[in-house]
């Protein structure tokens, strides 16, 4: 049972940045580790990925390209997503989670293990 804890959400004004944290309680290189987010109201959606299995193959979803950034540090067990140009609309509770076995990594379905969750504020 991999254990993920996230941490880094905070309130920031428009345009502004943060970066998220994954702390991951095992060792994550045969793992894809994906951020996804639900808003108020709004379904959970799929934000960006890394796929280690893919040599470190990463997606994004097409509201965050150029915008957001997924990394890792496999000796620390720690995936990060790197928040620029921060929006009102990407106001949300950032979910990190991880996947051994799969081929959709924008798909939640296809992940097996979640973080509880932090909370990012964007203000306009």
């Known amino acids: 049972q991999v254990q993920l804890v996230e941490s880094g959400g905070g309130l920031v004004q428009a345009g502004g940045s943060l970066r998220l944290s994954c702390a991951a309680s095992?060792?994550?290189?045969?793992?894809?580790m994906g951020w996804f987010r639900q808003a108020p109201g709004k379904e959970r959606e799929f934000v960006a990925a890394?796929?280690?299995?893919?040599?470190?193959?990463?997606y994004y979803a097409d509201s965050v390209k150029g915008r957001f950034t997924i990394s890792g540090d496999n000796a620390k067990n720690t995936v990060y997503l790197q928040m620029n140009s921060l929006k009102p609309e990407d106001t949300a509770v950032y979910y990190c989670?991880?996947?051994?076995?799969?081929?959709?990594?924008?798909?939640?379905?296809?992940?097996?293990?979640w973080g509880q969750g932090t909370q990012v504020t964007v203000s306009s």
């Open positions: 989670a991880a996947y051994r076995v799969g081929s959709r990594p924008s798909r939640d379905y296809e992940y097996d293990y």
């Open positions: 095992e060792r994550t290189f045969t793992y894809t």
């Open positions: 890394i796929s280690w299995r893919s040599t470190g193959n990463t």
